[in-house]
């Protein structure tokens, strides 16, 4: 069977119904006309319609309004690009040709990418002022990887055309832009370039010039497909898009062997570097003279994704010769499933920002058991061109590693982070001097948003590497942060000492406005680029004086929604009846006064999390000064409809000391969700009656179980959950036990095992090419046929070609004008229900 998937029922949705008969099997129906009423249950048994619908005014006008354009800022920060983003794409572009290999999707027409979103327009512009000036793109232009190169003169980007990737080049001065490659560039594994330090040449993944057509699936089988294992331990994830089979291993060489070349930025031969292969990525290093390259090789896993795969990480001179060899992996490697459990081995391989050619990696001194004990978890090695002596120690960590930023010769920050206990460090480390003992600028709870001081603001050097910010004087650095408070976030610039370790508050936002800092224009940070937004004001880019305190307009975007000017939004707090304090965003539609309108329909909207810290869940993590405007598949176009909408409420799973959160998650999440509704009712706002309940992946999966186990909601929307936990038996989010090792937990927290007890309509909706681990469609399959077997009310959507998120405009239609019904049907105009039932007990 050919791995090409096209089209299929391509314009048409399909949809199964079940109204409260038990057992029944018929299907039937016809297609009905897009936009059409949305098809009645049928009184006896199931039936699968057809036909893309459209939901009511607004919403469709609001997501085909044209979208706000994203902003890249030059290295040399003088000059802005403004990014034109394309609508929607239609449903016939997701239902172009597709390989699904390795845990990859592709279109073999293009070598690139097979979903996802591109641009349409370059608008150039300076920081200071002046006129702007539009980057001429060819007709039908698809861009992407757009990257400014080291010194901010030039703008490289790839074009899709119907049978390739092109690569392109503008110059920021002139806004004229040529194309430097035909359409030659290998996507398969993400940006197919990278600009050389010097910024006059570019680095390229090519499609091999040669490689002659495709494989051709064969007539007849060889033989049967078998994988063994003898006696070793090897756990594993549930994945997509997996290999199946040997022709499955011949398209993924075809279409993923690149060749990796050098063109210069003005057009040229392009000059091979190295032996054709596998490319996974690759770097150059700040000198220019040497490449990491990371190549896959044989063999290869019917398991696991690619990453998995047997793989080799070189180091080539100039010239394409190997030089050094950081790891050569010739077998399969799962990742292994537990907190802070790695892989023995190089990890975080790259190069170190600040030198001409010194590679850094981290990897693990207790084999990456997590379980052992251990004194030192990770060391982190740094070995220097020409690469003949033996790698050095930079820092021994009793944490796993978990990032590093530059900063100078003799400073750079490492991160480090254990799951288990939710903690993180930061250490100041000489780099001059490894091995010499680190400082510890930070040690706090990874939960702990209060406490976090913030993220050091980076700054693109004259070779295109992110290294840290200084202040004058070169002893202290910036911080950037959300500055969480019990208020609220109200971002933050703070200037952290690296002598003392002391932090001093340059600016902060303040009410009514949320304003984050966007870059840093001068060493001493008295003027910054900073995106703001109000409750009524659009995200727009200021330029900031904090001398003066004025702020001047960069931008002028305008409201991409007006139809829903005039929408209230609060941050408003609970207890739940452990003490635990919760929180949530309040949405009420344009005009809205409780006194005047009286209570309204509630769509209660959650993702649960797990904490390890009872204070860290009661933190609020919004502002109150956001400004509000659906897109895509949004809940939030209920608004539209006169609904209120409970945004985000905690939905907190606890787990302190030994006790992992999900031991008592059903207790915890029905106590969440009863404080929440209780807290909408006392304050005037919702309808008892009348709160409906929805999310997406693990929200779906929260959204089954609190219909099964609680009578809070007269009905839910579940959209691409999990239902069955026997299908992800080695773990799921964040827990890390299997199924053999806490079965109880396991079951009991499967809705599936509870379908007899979900007595309120559901809305089951799922894509049909859904790849995110553990949310395979036959979940949503089976829990339907779960629901229907025992006599429920429930729908289920089946969107074609869409993944975990839905994209095409035909779904996003589709998908919201179900919603819309099925809680106009089953909650706004739901009638009242027993004091009983109302107490929310189940």
């Not at 001059?432 to 209060?450: C, I, K, N, T, W």
Request: glycine share 10%; net charge negative.
């Amino acid at each position: 069977m050919s791995r090409i998937l096209s089209a299929w029922t391509t314009g048409f949705v399909s949809v199964m119904l079940s109204a409260g008969c038990a057992g029944v099997q018929a299907t039937g129906g016809a297609g009905s006309p897009a936009g059409g009423a949305l098809a009645q249950p049928a009184a006896t048994a199931g039936a699968t319609v057809s036909g893309y619908r459209t939901p009511p005014a607004p919403i469709t006008q609001i997501l085909d309004a044209a979208p706000t354009p994203l902003l890249s800022l030059s290295p040399d920060q003088a000059r802005i690009a403004y990014l034109g983003r394309t609508e929607m794409p239609g449903i016939e572009q997701l239902a172009e040709p597709e390989l699904r290999l390795a845990g990859t999707r592709i279109n073999p027409l293009t070598g690139g990418p097979s979903r996802g979103s591109a641009f349409n327009s370059i608008t150039l512009d300076n920081v200071e002022g002046g006129a702007r000036r539009e980057v001429r793109l060819p007709e039908g232009a698809r861009v992407d990887y757009v990257q400014w190169s080291p010194d901010g003169s030039r703008l490289a980007f790839a074009n899709t055309v119907a049978n390739g990737i092109e690569l392109w080049v503008a110059d920021a001065r002139t806004a004229e832009a040529r194309r430097v490659l035909g359409p030659e560039l290998n996507a398969a594994l993400g940006s197919p370039f990278d600009w050389a330090p010097d910024g006059r040449s570019l680095l390229v993944k090519r499609n091999l010039p040669n490689r002659g057509a495709a494989p051709v699936v064969p007539q007849v089988p060889g033989g049967p497909v078998i994988q063994e294992t003898l006696g070793q331990t090897a756990p594993v994830r549930t994945y997509q898009d997996l290999l199946t089979g040997p022709y499955d291993e011949q398209l993924f060489e075809y279409y993923f062997t690149s060749q990796l070349a050098r063109v210069p930025a003005v057009g040229g031969q392009p000059q091979p570097i190295g032996a054709p292969g596998i490319i996974s990525s690759f770097s150059v290093a700040p000198g220019g003279e040497y490449t990491l390259v990371n190549v896959i090789k044989r063999p290869f896993s019917y398991l696991a994704p690619l990453f998995a795969f047997a793989s080799e990480a070189n180091v080539l001179d100039a010239r394409g010769n190997r030089v050094y060899q950081v790891q050569d992996r010739p077998e399969v490697v799962l990742s292994p499933i537990g907190r802070d459990m790695v892989n023995p081995g190089p990890r975080w391989t790259s190069w170190r920002a600040d030198a001409p050619a010194t590679l850094v990696w981290a990897e693990a001194v207790d084999e990456g058991d997590a379980r052992r004990a251990a004194p030192v978890r990770d060391r982190v090695l740094m070995i220097t061109a020409p690469f003949s002596a033996e790698p050095r120690t930079l820092i021994e960590l009793d944490q796993r590693f978990a990032g590093i930023t530059w900063g100078r010769d003799d400073l750079a920050l490492v991160n480090s982070r254990w799951a288990t206990t939710a903690r993180t460090r930061t250490y100041l480390v000489n780099p001059s001097q490894p091995g010499a003992a680190p400082r510890m600028l930070v040690d706090r709870s990874a939960e702990d948003r209060y406490a976090d001081p913030g993220s050091p603001i980076t700054a693109l050097n004259d070779v295109g590497f992110r290294v840290l910010r200084f202040a004058p004087g070169g002893d202290a650095i910036y911080l950037s942060g959300q500055g969480a408070s019990p208020r609220g976030n109200y971002p933050m610039l703070d200037r952290l000492d690296l002598r003392t370790g002391q932090t001093e508050r340059l600016w902060q936002a303040e009410d009514p406005h949320y304003e984050n800092v966007v870059a840093l224009l001068d060493d001493d940070a008295s003027r910054l680029l900073t995106r703001r937004e109000t409750l009524t004001e659009p995200p727009n880019y200021f330029i900031r004086d904090r001398g003066t305190g004025s702020a001047t307009a960069l931008t002028d975007f305008e409201d991409p929604a007006p139809q829903l000017a005039g929408i209230q939004r609060q941050i408003i707090t609970y207890p739940r009846a452990d003490g635990v304090m919760l929180s949530a965003t309040l949405f009420t539609p344009p005009g809205y006064d409780a006194a005047r309108d009286g209570r309204l329909p509630v769509v209660l909207w959650a993702y649960p999390r797990e904490f390890r810290d009872a204070d860290a869940a009661s933190q609020i993590t919004d502002s109150p000064n956001r400004f509000s405007r659906p897109g895509g598949s949004s809940h939030l176009f209920l608004l539209t409809q006169g609904y209120a909408i409970l945004d985000g409420p905690a939905m907190p799973i606890i787990g302190e000391g030994d006790v992992e959160p999900n031991d008592t998650y059903i207790e915890q999440l029905v106590s969440s969700a009863r404080a929440a509704v209780d807290k909408v009712v006392e304050m005037g706002v919702g309808d008892r009656d009348r709160f409906g309940v929805g999310g997406h992946s693990y929200g779906a999966f929260m959204t089954a179980n609190l219909l099964a186990h609680s009578d809070l909601f007269r009905a839910g929307i579940a959209r691409s959950g999990a239902y069955n936990r026997t299908l992800t038996p080695f773990g799921f989010q964040a827990e890390p036990r299997s199924y053999w090792e806490a079965q109880e937990v396991y079951l009991r927290m499967s809705p599936f095992n509870y379908a007899n007890q979900i007595n309120e309509p559901i809305l089951l909706i799922h894509g049909e090419a859904d790849n995110n681990s553990g949310t395979f469609p036959i979940q949503s399959e089976r829990m339907y046929q779960a629901l229907k077997g025992h006599g429920a009310t429930v729908r289920y959507v089946v969107l074609p070609h869409e993944s975990h998120g839905y994209a095409a405009r035909e779904s996003v239609m589709h998908t919201l004008a179900e919603m819309v019904e099925w809680m106009d049907r089953y909650v706004k105009n739901a009638g009242p229900r027993t004091a009983a039932v109302q107490q929310g007990g189940g």
